[in-house]
């Protein structure tokens, strides 16, 4: 499905990997404080947070509308808050691993079932009180 460059993505073992990444990073992810400039905090991804990401890059191929492996990539862990930060400048796959109320990334809900290929620049509207956990996978080159 596709809202305004936003592909919702399907795969049971992204969302096995995300469960078991937010198992292990959620103490500290949870820890993280509001940044004073912005509306993103970023952390380095420990090992079951690069499983997760390592199993959406494998199947980007698949699941991308055309099938070229991806070759180098950014990868990372970041904390958006309360706000509407403008995320993906350029491809990016973004694996929720908690949500905490109701976020909208353009005019598509966010949830646990799915991760997503973005193509262009969206934005994220997170409401007060919210949070999105997410890994992410960007400056990709196929």
């Avoid at 499905?1 to 096995?16: C, L, P, Q, R, T």
């Avoid at 991806?70 to 949500?99: D, E, S, W």
Wanted: proline share 6%; net charge neutral; aromatic share 8%.
């Amino acid at each position: 499905m596709s809202s305004n460059g936003v592909f919702a993505i399907s795969s049971d073992e992204v969302k096995i990997a995300a469960i078991n990444a937010w198992n292990e990073i959620k103490d500290y992810a949870i820890s993280l404080p509001a940044p004073q400039k912005g509306r993103a905090a970023g952390f380095l991804p420990t090992d079951l947070c690069k499983a997760a990401i390592d199993v959406a890059a494998r199947e980007y191929p698949e699941k991308a509308s055309y099938s070229r492996k991806i070759i180098r990539c950014r990868k990372g862990g970041v904390v958006y808050f309360p706000g509407q930060p403008k995320v993906a400048n350029t491809l990016t796959i973004m694996i929720p691993i908690h949500i905490q109320g109701e976020v909208t990334l353009n005019d598509t809900r966010v949830d646990m079932d799915h991760h997503y290929h973005i193509l262009e620049e969206s934005t994220l509207n997170i409401p007060e009180a919210a949070k999105l956990f997410t890994l992410t996978i960007d400056m990709i080159i196929t």
